[in-house]
């Protein structure tokens, strides 16, 4: 009995566990069962929440769509209306030249027609004058009696009428010569005819007309007789030339009158404005980039030198020459050959004889060097392009280690590779040496003042002041080109990291080089499209290079690369006088392209803000204050004497409490610009 129960209790143990776990497995099922509905409603969530987001991105994109569509639109307007507005431009400017054709025909019919009136009147003249001739012969040998006194009486032909001066001067003598005004009565007829006019004696014969002292009339031949009749009319002599030789006259004279302000005002620099370092210049350089892509298809030394007498009565100071040696690329920036100055552009003689010519007026000169890469002459045995000939025979040890395509043997390169051709290897003390020497060649025996480096990103700046200090450049500029940012395809407002960017090169050169201010010329792009608060940085200033070190900051619209036939970020035509008043009127140093003063019909524009900066004294260390940066416009003051405004902002000098003084407007150019120069 006790085995039987000591079992049961034994079964109802078990059967307490088979419960017990029983509902354990249940709790565990309810636990099971509210996991999967929660994640069956997180599930479903998840799915709606994608749902949502794909539609939410649907619409983002039909957005997009639709934002492009409509800026392609507008694009598509916008050029269709600047190829319209300079379509009606040349049209305008055809009929301008049609009207003046006309005005010249017209004023040639009545030049021919006045012309012709005083042919008649010429022959009219002349056989008036023939008839009096013969009348007077006539006369003279007309047989009349003589007095005993006939050696006191002589004749004078005034006007084709035979006056007679006798001792008795009567008015019986001027009525003779004259002829009566009214009818003579005949009682004055009588007393007339009664006294008889005494005559020179009769010319019996030749012999004795030869011998006397009394002289026939000798009367001029027609042709030795002068007449407009006879004046050829000269070719061009119109009332519209004239207009036209008179303005090219009064340009002439400005001209020589800068020319002569500024060698007065040459002689009248300090020493300091005088005194010349490779990172400004003189401080007041304005820099002509002396070239475009096309160049080279011309004998361009040649065309260049007579320039240069035009450039330095325009106000510029420097000009930048193509690159001179010979190269693979016809454009130069390919260059093989260091030592051989034989170019597309010309002949080394060629080269120095514009050079000498730049130097007579004045202008400094900038040869473009290509210091980065090089082409190799000969191919290794291996195949590759990497042996260099002529005078500076380097070998692969003057290549960049990794150099991808040129299997270089030198150390690492210190900037940017540029892929078609062999990156040079700058941290190698040959190469720096031959460098040198090659560059002081150019100075002193070619003629070269100082430098713009071409491809400055490709090497550290610590070598391009080694090169500075060797070679003492009167004015050096570096190229360092990246990109801007942008976001959503248009441009950020702060391009803070894209100017440090240059900034960190100019001090990597110890401030030796200037650079161009690659952020300027990105942002006017779109700050001139009514987006002029694109011009002040948070802290007052300008938003290049030129707001943080302008000194150093070399200001650009255009150059061979970004326009000309290359076009790879042409700035807005529309916008070129903008862009110009911008530079001209700011600190730092600005460049003026070839294109744009010598065929795109603006010089005289250029000039005169050229004009306006030196007449304001403006150098590259002005001081500049904003006063204006919004959407209508942009107005700031450039040192003590010059303000500018760009846009249509309705402002002017009397509307600026923080403005003293008495200012005069010196260039309006309507809703474009406005330059005040303080009286």
Known sequence: MSDLESQLLVSNNEMNKLKLELEKSRQQATAYELLARDTEKELLEFQKSIRETAIQQEDEVKSLLEKMKKDSADRRKATSKAFKAELETIQAAIEAAKETVRAKDVAYVRRCEALQRSLKASESASKTWRQRAEMAEALLSKKVGFGENDDEETYVVNGGRVDLLMDDDSQKWKLLTNGPRRKIPDWMVKR????????????????????????????????????IAQEKPKEGDTLVEHVMEKEIIEKKRKALERALQRKTIKWQKTPEEIKLEP???????????????????????????????????????????????ESVAPQGYMPSDLYNLNSAYGSVEELKYCLEEM??????TLGDVVLNHRCAHKQSPNGVWNIFG??????????????????GRGNPSTGDIFHAAPNIDHSQDFVRKDIKEWLNWLRNDI???????DFARGFSGSYVKEYIEASDPAFAIGEYWDSLAYEGGNLCYNQDAHRQRIVNWINATGGTSSAFDVTTKGILHSALHNQYWRLIDPQGKPTGV??????????????????????????????????YAYILSHPG????????????????????LIEARRRSGIHCRSPIKIFHANNDGYVAKT??????????????????????????????????YQLWLRQ
């Open 192 to 227: 007339i005819g009664f006294i008889c006019p005494r005559f020179p004696p009769r010319k019996t014969n030749m012999a004795e007309a030869k011998l006397s002292k009394f002289k026939s009339l000798e009367l001029p031949k027609p042709d030795e007789v002068w007449s």
């Open 279 to 325: 990172g400004t210049g003189t401080g007041r350089e304005i820099v002509f980039q002396g070239f475009n892509w096309e160049s080279w298809r011309r004998q361009w030394y040649l065309d260049l030198a007579p320039k240069a007498a035009d450039l330095s009565r325009s106000g510029i100071t420097a000009v930048w020459f193509p690159p001179p040696t």
């Open 359 to 364: 130097r007579n007026q004045d202008l400094l």
């Open 390 to 407: 002529g005078k500076l025979a380097w070998g692969p040890e003057a290549i960049a280690c990794d150099d991808p395509n040129f299997q």
């Open 447 to 453: 003629g070269f003042d100082g430098w713009r480096l």
């Open 546 to 579: 030129m707001g943080w070190w302008p000194s150093r900051a070399v200001t650009f619209l255009e150059n061979h690369d970004t326009g000309s036939t290359q076009g790879h970020w042409p700035f807005p035509r529309d916008k070129l006088l903008q862009g």
């Open 589 to 608: 140093t600005p460049v003026i392209f070839y294109d744009h003063f010598y065929d795109f019909g603006i010089r005289d524009v250029i000039t005169e």
């Open 639 to 672: 040192g003590e004497t010059l303000v500018v405004k760009l846009g249509h902002i309705d402002w002017n000098p009397s509307k600026e409490v923080d403005l003293d003084g008495s200012w005069q407007k010196f260039v309006d150019k309507g809703s474009d």
